[in-house]
């Protein structure tokens, strides 16, 4: 039977070493993002500058997959216009439906090690808890 | 007799087709081939719809569902087979108690008793029961491995107490509680006693006359049955004063344009199409159950636990929930580890195809008096073997150092 791991480095690094699991007292929005299903609990914090993505935090507890997540999300969106980031959150989403190309994967970056996930119905939500909620604050910016 | 490694396992086509470690038992045990070989031979053989056709087939049909009606009510020790009613799983069996007895026979100012460590399948109902009734719920707190006192007796039980809904095992903790102690005092203020045996069926023999409890709740599928079919048993004198829980076709005796007589027990409380070749099932579970032996079941089962307690144990990170001994864990290892999420543990396992489950397992309440968000629960039957603790406790072994801890 094959391995379908993916809980390598990268993983776990964003896991224990967050980069960006901190308070931002000036952030201009935050919003609670809940799992009931593991009792992950993020608060995603916003800093918006003329449409651009000028700095983000998130703080709370869950399981790996949810923390390393929104780490590598963070990384990936912050210093990007508020369009650019929107559309790396349908980026995400479609590759934990199975639907993305190996060129949109590279656009990831390092959050394209949690592709697999898509193989496993249970840890969905875990993945994407972070990008959701990103995804809500953007569209209702 | 003793069975070998190779002859229990030979008993269930499942590990012939699957190569995954089986520990979540608690959820659902697997099925031996006889077990699945019953019901499809209903169907093949004998299939009608069981009290309706008055035809020889019909007849067989209904002989074979009330066959299995009888093999339960040996099984239990119950005093009479209308005391036996089938149902699709414990859930249905506790809700029909809480529907038909508890929103009927309690009123305000009553209390009922819940054990802190209920599945929720019955603390739900009984919530229903107090918002319906205005009745009020009190809960029989546990210390950290599970253990119910006196002293938490004492505290809960009132003259007020109608109800006490408790669980005879415990689905995290594998704790048993002490039944013969509750119904003692329960039947001293008169009240009745709801015992979920979901967890204790599979386990050891139960005897609902000793035990002297007024109802009693298992499912099929966690005793090697099919799944589809559970019973309730409850003593005559409480069921024949339910109100049906269901109503329509065969529980009637005549219906009129505006009412209808109800038919006498079960049947009143079996409304609709029973599942017959489930229960047929179930009465092949049953004869394995037996013939097995339940000396050997536990025996084996608290071999396997010690087994593996043994050697998580050594590991330092890892923390068993419940008891210390082996022989009070009914094959339920809950577990924590440090540092690492239980839907996380429960993954990393999983890629090396081993099934244990994880979360709340349907016991918030209990998680939150632990002051534990959440566990991974591996659950072992006296079909698992040697072997297979080898491979979980090794796949155990590195699991912290899988996720970044001590580089």
Aim: contains cysteine; charged residues 25%; proline residues 4%.
């Amino acid at each position: 039977m094959e391995n379908k791991t993916f809980y390598h480095e990268i993983l776990t690094d964003h896991n224990l070493h967050p980069a960006h699991k901190h308070d931002l007292h000036d952030a201009d929005y935050v919003l609670e993002g809940v799992n009931p299903n593991c009792g992950d609990d993020i608060w995603l914090k916003v800093k918006i500058n003329d449409g651009r993505i000028e700095q983000a935090s998130f703080l709370g507890d869950g399981c790996a997959i949810s923390q390393a997540s929104a780490d590598m999300m963070l990384d990936l969106v912050i210093g990007k216009t508020k369009e650019d980031a929107l559309r790396m959150t349908d980026l995400f989403l479609r590759m934990i439906q199975g639907e993305t190309t190996e060129s949109e994967l590279e656009e990831l970056e390092e959050a394209s090690v949690l592709q697999n996930v898509s193989h496993m119905p249970a840890r969905v939500k875990c993945a994407v808890l972070g990008w959701h909620t990103l995804k809500e604050i953007l569209e209702n910016e | 007799m003793k069975w070998s490694d190779k002859r229990r396992r030979e008993e269930f086509p499942f590990f012939c087709y699957r190569e995954e470690i089986y520990l979540d038992h608690a959820a659902t045990s697997q099925r031996p081939q006889r077990v699945l070989d019953a019901e499809r031979v209903f169907y093949e053989k004998q299939n009608a719809n069981p009290f309706r056709g008055l035809y020889e087939l019909g007849m067989e049909a209904t002989d074979a569902y009330e066959r299995a009606r009888k093999t339960v009510q040996n099984f239990l020790h119950a005093q009479y087979a209308e005391e036996i009613i089938f149902t699709r799983n414990a859930t249905e069996s506790l809700n029909l108690v809480a529907y038909s007895f508890g929103c009927h026979f309690l009123k305000e100012g009553d209390e009922i008793i819940v054990s802190i460590m209920e599945h929720h399948s019955n603390l739900l109902p009984w919530q229903m029961v107090a918002e319906k009734t205005g009745a009020k719920l009190v809960f029989l707190e546990c210390g950290a491995d599970g253990t119910i006192s006196k002293e938490q007796l004492d505290f809960a039980f009132t003259e007020r107490t109608k109800l006490v809904a408790i669980t005879h095992v415990s689905n995290v903790l594998g704790c048993q509680n002490p039944i013969e102690e509750v119904v003692r005092r329960a039947h001293e203020c008169e009240a009745v006693v709801v015992l979920d045996a979901a967890q204790s069926i599979a386990h050891r023999p139960v005897d609902v006359v000793l035990l002297d409890v007024d109802f009693l709740a298992f499912s099929g599928h966690k005793m090697m049955g099919p799944m589809g079919i559970g019973v309730l048993y409850g003593k005559k004198k409480w069921l024949e004063q339910m109100p049906p829980f269901l109503r329509g076709g065969e529980m009637i005796e005549s219906v009129s344009r505006t009412g209808a007589t109800f038919a006498p027990l079960p049947h009143r409380l079996e409304a609709g199409t029973v599942n017959a070749a489930a229960a047929v099932g179930l009465e092949a579970a049953i004869h394995f159950i037996h013939e097995i032996g339940w000396e050997e079941i536990r025996s084996r089962e608290e071999e396997l636990t010690a087994y593996a307690m043994n050697q998580m144990e050594a590991i330092p990170e890892i923390h068993i929930l419940g008891s210390k001994d082996p022989k009070n864990h009914s094959g339920i290892l809950t577990f924590t580890v440090e540092g690492v999420h239980p839907h996380d543990v429960a993954s990393i396992l999983d890629a090396d195809h081993i099934a244990v489950r994880a979360g709340h397992h349907c016991a918030q309440p209990l998680f939150a008096h632990l002051n534990i968000p959440s566990a991974t629960r591996a659950s072992l039957a006296f079909y698992n073997t040697k072997e297979e603790i080898d491979r979980f406790v090794d796949c155990l072994k590195p699991l912290r150092r899988k996720m970044g801890y001590g580089k």
